[in-house]
Structures are given as C-alpha cells and as structure tokens.
C-alpha cells in the first residue's frame, strides 16, 4: 500500500477517536462560513491567527449566561466609575474656572508699581525706583504679599498743592481696590464707600514702611524741607520732645473767600481729633487771611512734636497723622462721616446733635481772639448788657435780640428769595415776635411787662452796610464799631472839602454796596488801575502784598468781632440759616439755648442747623 494512502487511513483513524470521545450531551453546530474561516496560507500564517479570538466559541454551560435572568437590565455603571467621572469633571471645571478668572484680572488691572496720574485715567506702571512726586505706591512685605503706601518725597515743601492731595485721596482709592483684586486673585465690584472707621488691611503706614526699609528712612528726613510752620509747635526748648502717636493737622487753606465756611470746618476738626485721641496743629502758610495769631491766639499746645511732614497724609483716615483742608473736606466730613456721627434714633435736627457737639468743643478751644479785639468784645458786650439792666427793686431786665443779615454772594435757600435776599422786614417782625413772646405774661396776669421790653435791644451785625441806614434798623445797635465797612455814600460825605488848602492824607477807600463777595475780597490792595469790582480768580501761585493782607485782615476781624458780641450778649438770635455766620452763632450759643429753648431762630424756610458744607 502505498505511503500516502496509509497516512490517509490514519488521519481518519484519529478523527473517529476524537469523535468518539466527545460528550453525547453536547451538540456543536459549525458556525457559519465567513472568509476569516479560510485556511492560512502558510504555517506562519496559521500559528499567528486571531480569528479565535474574533470568532468566540458558544458560552460553557457552566459559565454565567451573557443575558442576565428574569429580565434583569446589564450593569454598565458602577458607583467607582461614576465617582471617577464626577472627579474628573468637577476637575476640568475647576481649571477652567481659574483660567478665565485669571484672563478677566490680567485684563482688567494693571501691572503693579507706582500709581501715576494721566490725564483722567489712573494707572499702574512699573519702576525701579521711588518717584520724585506724592503719590501711591504698592509694595510687598517679606512674605511677598501685595501692601500700599503713600510715598512723599521727604524734601518735598510742605504742604502740597491742593490739587496734589485730592489727587493722592483719589489715586489711594484706585490702588487700594487693586490691592484687594490681587490678595483675592480676582477683579470684582467694589464697595461705593466704607463706613467712617474702616480700616484697610493692606494699608502699610508710612513710618512702618521705612522701618521695613520699604520707604527712605530716618537718614532721608534730615533733608527735609520745612517752610511752613505749624501752629502749636515748640520750637524752642533744651530738651527735645518725642513725635506724637497720632496727630490731625489743618491747613488754613482756601479758595473761598469767606471765613465762616472755614471756621465751621476748623472747630469741628478739632473735636474730631479730641474724639479720636489725635494732638491737633495748624498750618496758616498759605491762608489768605494771614497769619492766624493775627486774629487768634495760639492753641493749647501738646507735650510732643508734630511728626515729619511727609508722614502727614490726606487719606485714608486712619493713617497715624491726618491732614485735613478744603479740597479733601468730602473725605473728612463728607457721607461716610454724617452716617457715623448722626443719631438715627433721632428726629429732625436733633440727628445733629453729635456733629454739633464736636463743634461745639472746638469753638470754645479755640475761638479765642487776640488780646485787643478779644478786650474790645468784652468791653462793648457788657455796654449792651448794662443798657438792659432795670435799677432795683425790678427784677425783671430787658433782654437783646441779635440779628445777622447776610447778603453779597450768599443767597438764600427759599425758592422765592433765591435770586435776590430775605426782606428786611421779615428780620424785624420776627425779631419783634420773639421780644413780645418773651415779656408776654410775665407778670403772671397776662399782661406785657413794658418796662422790661422797652430795656431791650436789637443789635445788627451784617456785611451789607446799607442794612445799618435802612428804615428796619435805624434804630437798632451795631454789634461792634471797632471796625466799620462803609459804603461809598458814606465814604463820599467823609471826604474833605476841596477848597481847603491844606487838608491830611487819606487813604484810598472802598465801598461795600450789597455785602461780601468773593470779588471784592481779592481785589483787596489791587492798584487802582484795576477795578474795584473787578471780579478776578484768585492767583495762589503769587502771594498777597502786604497792602492786600492787611485789608483782609481788618474784613477779617470785624467779622470775627461781630459774630464774638452777637454770641456772647444776644439772648435770642434772628439769622438766615443759609450763611454759615448763621450756623456759627447757634454753635457759640449752645445746643440747650439755641436747639432746645428754641433761641435761635431761621427764618429761611424750614431748614435746619447742619455742620460741614462740602
């Protein structure tokens, strides 16, 4: 037989055997032909063939069903797996979250450095060193976080410019809202304004600054330029007195002319610094009126010295030394300060009683006038309180009514006397209602008490010296005649007569018609080439003459003496309360006299008392 036949004969010998010992339970069924069932084309082929692995051969009937009994749905996520999604997608949030915030911030705030002034843009810019001007820097500490100063050249004069510290209160409400951007690694809304007392815990004082080498230190400050002098300063003494802890000084400075809006600003300032526990000093190198210890003396003095000038800064307000004027009068006394120091559970003008209150503290510190006109007051007060006094046995005196009329620039609030003045009538029938009501019943049978209103008086004080020749108040009083603004009608009829030969010299005068206003005071020592009346802004850059300085300071004190007789002898008082003299004389008659026993009567419409105008 041949070979191949044999070889034959034992492949199908083998098959049967296979076949043989197959389970006779087990029914295999071919699975369908497809091309992947194709024999390999070589041995190689066929050892590496995957078809198994694509074909599956039917399930074991021991192993688990694919299809899960009863119904049952298959499981295709586990709680791990959802756990694990949720990771990763709270994850890719998370990222994405930080990457836009970090896009809107670095959009929207600049690179840190010194805070310079553009235009009515402010914006941050990098430097390498500290500026030659006032302004806000920021800084940081040795952990590396983000702190802001102001930075004053210690060389630089003092004060600054009014322009330069309400630059610097702006600019340090810019860098401070940065700042916060930068601890908080995002750029959010801002509160409009604080509460009076808010403290800023990225704000770095400037003698903290220098101690951590972040500002010039005390080497820097024997360079200083110190024009200015600070009134309540002692500069003569063998032993040298140590730096305040905390100070608030103002500066008499102005560009309005009138007197009384300052005054108010100073007396409340002064308590202010009392309640806060800050020594208190004033500046006068640039006050238009002069030298304050021409009008007043000095104020008490503190046991300790006034710090550098270039720690004294405007804002913010809990800086250790304060600087208070004019032009940052909305930061000091502005919202944030009536919502701190009003009563809310008070009504009407009594909410005020907290602000008049620190005026009233500073008034009587520090409205003392110097020795001539404070004897002059004293002397013409008790001449019209002894033209009041009935000889014994009466008991019952007259009393004076005070009466202060304010014209010139200051108009009043009612709508229908906005443009022109409160009648002079109006002043005396109120005036005379208060003298009647006073003596009214007073005997007890209902009758006036004549004799003790015919010992009263009326005593005017008024920048309009027409008011004094007018019909109402020919007969009235002045309040003072140390003093006098005359107008031109008078002036003329003081002039000697022409055909004299020989007649003294007379200086140049200028007439008051219609009361104060801001133009004539700075045309005050103008050459005579320039009109009276010229109405010309200030130049603050040129300072006064002395020709100039000394009119300002005669308007000055005959100001001061009128409001000082007016406030110490009048038991009744008849004024506008738009003038702020006004306001000043409720503050020196006190809060029981003026608010309480109604003695200080407004008769510009239903307005109350308030403080600072700003």
């Known amino acids: 037989m041949p070979a191949h036949l044999d070889l034959a004969k034992t492949y199908t010998?083998?098959?049967?055997?296979?076949?043989?010992?197959?389970?006779?339970?087990?029914?295999?069924?071919?699975?369908p032909f497809t091309s992947l069932d194709k024999s390999p084309l070589s041995s190689t082929s066929s050892r590496f063939n995957f078809n198994h692995l694509i074909v599956s051969p039917p399930?074991?009937?021991?192993?688990?069903?694919?299809?899960?009994?009863?119904?049952?749905?298959?499981?295709?996520?586990?709680?791990?797996?959802?756990?694990?999604?949720?990771?990763?997608?709270?994850?890719?949030?998370?990222?994405?979250?930080?990457?836009?915030?970090?896009?809107?911030?670095?959009?929207?705030?600049?690179?840190?450095?010194?805070?310079?002034?553009?235009?009515?843009?402010?914006?941050?810019?990098?430097e390498s060193e500290l500026p030659d001007f006032p302004t806000p820097v920021v800084v940081t500490d040795g952990r590396g976080r983000a702190k802001w100063t102001v930075s004053i050249p210690p060389d630089h004069e003092f004060p600054l410019e009014p322009k330069q510290y309400a630059e610097i209160c702006t600019q340090n409400m810019e860098v401070a809202n940065h700042v916060a951007d930068l601890h908080s690694h995002i750029h959010h809304q801002h509160a409009a304004h604080y509460g009076y007392y808010h403290v800023d815990p990225?704000?770095?004082?400037?003698?903290?600054?220098?101690?951590?080498?972040?500002?010039?230190?005390?080497?820097?400050?024997?360079?200083?330029?110190?024009?200015?002098?600070?009134?309540?300063?002692?500069?003569?003494?063998?032993?040298?007195?140590?730096?305040?802890?905390?100070?608030?000084?103002?500066?008499?400075?102005?560009?309005?002319?009138?007197?009384?809006?300052?005054?108010?600003?100073?007396?409340?300032a002064y308590g202010l610094a009392q309640k806060e526990g800050r020594h208190f000093f004033i500046d006068d190198s640039r006050w238009v009126y002069g030298k304050y210890t021409n009008f007043f003396k000095a104020p008490p003095l503190p046991a300790c010295r006034p710090p550098p000038r270039h720690e004294m800064l405007p804002c913010p307000h809990h800086a250790r030394h304060l600087v208070v004027s004019a032009v940052t009068a909305a930061q000091t006394f502005g919202g944030a300060f009536n919502e701190e120091f009003e009563n809310p559970r008070k009504m009407e003008v009594y909410r005020q009683k907290p602000v008049f209150d620190l005026a009233r503290q500073g008034y009587q510190a520090l409205f003392r006038l110097n020795e001539a006109d404070q004897k002059y007051v004293d002397e013409r007060s008790l001449s019209l309180l002894d033209k009041t006094l009935r000889p014994p046995p009466e008991d019952q005196n007259g009393i004076i009514v005070g009466i202060h009329v304010r014209h010139g620039d200051r108009h009043p609030y009612e709508f229908q006397y906005r443009d022109s003045y409160v009648p002079l009538d109006r002043y005396a029938e109120k005036a005379q209602d208060l003298l009647h009501n006073a003596f009214n019943d007073s005997n007890g049978d209902g009758e006036v008490n004549a004799m003790a209103e015919a010992h009263s008086l009326f005593v005017v004080a008024s920048d309009d010296p027409e008011v004094y020749e007018s019909e109402e108040f020919s007969h009235a009083s002045r309040a003072q005649e140390q003093i006098?603004?005359?107008?031109?009608?008078?002036?003329?009829?003081?002039?000697?007569?022409?055909?004299?030969?020989?007649?003294?010299?007379?200086?140049?005068?200028?007439?008051?018609?219609?009361?104060?206003?801001?133009?004539?005071?700075?045309?005050?020592?103008?050459?005579?080439?320039?009109?009276?009346?010229?109405?010309?802004?200030?130049?603050?850059?040129?300072?006064?003459?002395?020709?100039?300085?000394?009119?300002?300071?005669?308007?000055?004190?005959?100001?001061?003496?009128?409001?000082?007789?007016?406030?110490?002898?009048?038991?009744?008082?008849?004024?506008?309360?738009?003038?702020?003299?006004?306001?000043?004389?409720?503050?020196?008659?006190?809060?029981?006299?003026?608010?309480?026993?109604g003695r200080w009567v407004n008769i510009d419409g239903d307005f109350e008392w308030r403080g600072v105008s700003w």
């Open 202 to 268: 990225n704000f770095m004082d400037v003698a903290e600054a220098e101690v951590h080498g972040l500002l010039p230190g005390p080497k820097a400050k024997t360079s200083m330029k110190e024009h200015g002098s600070l009134i309540g300063e002692k500069k003569d003494g063998l032993i040298e007195s140590g730096v305040c802890e905390k100070t608030m000084t103002f500066l008499l400075e102005t560009h309005d002319a009138g007197l009384g809006k300052m005054l108010m600003m100073l007396w409340t």
């Open 484 to 597: 006098r603004l005359a107008s031109n009608k008078v002036l003329e009829s003081s002039k000697p007569s022409p055909a004299a030969a020989i007649r003294k010299f007379v200086e140049d005068s200028v007439g008051w018609e219609g009361g104060f206003f801001a133009g004539m005071f700075w045309s005050l020592g103008k050459p005579t080439s320039v009109p009276a009346t010229a109405v010309e802004a200030p130049d603050t850059k040129l300072p006064p003459t002395e020709e100039a300085l000394r009119l300002r300071e005669l308007v000055g004190r005959a100001y001061l003496m009128d409001l000082a007789v007016l406030g110490r002898a009048s038991d009744r008082v008849v004024c506008t309360v738009s003038s702020m003299g006004c306001k000043l004389l409720a503050v020196m008659m006190g809060w029981e006299n003026a608010v309480v026993d």
């Open 13 to 31: 010998h083998a098959d049967m055997i296979l076949s043989s010992r197959k389970s006779p339970r087990l029914s295999l069924r071919p699975a």
């Open 59 to 126: 399930p074991s009937p021991g192993l688990p069903a694919l299809v899960p009994r009863h119904g049952k749905p298959i499981p295709t996520h586990t709680p791990r797996r959802c756990l694990r999604a949720a990771l990763w997608l709270a994850g890719v949030l998370v990222i994405l979250y930080y990457g836009f915030s970090r896009l809107q911030l670095d959009h929207g705030m600049k690179p840190v450095g010194w805070a310079t002034h553009s235009g009515d843009q402010y914006e941050m810019v990098g």
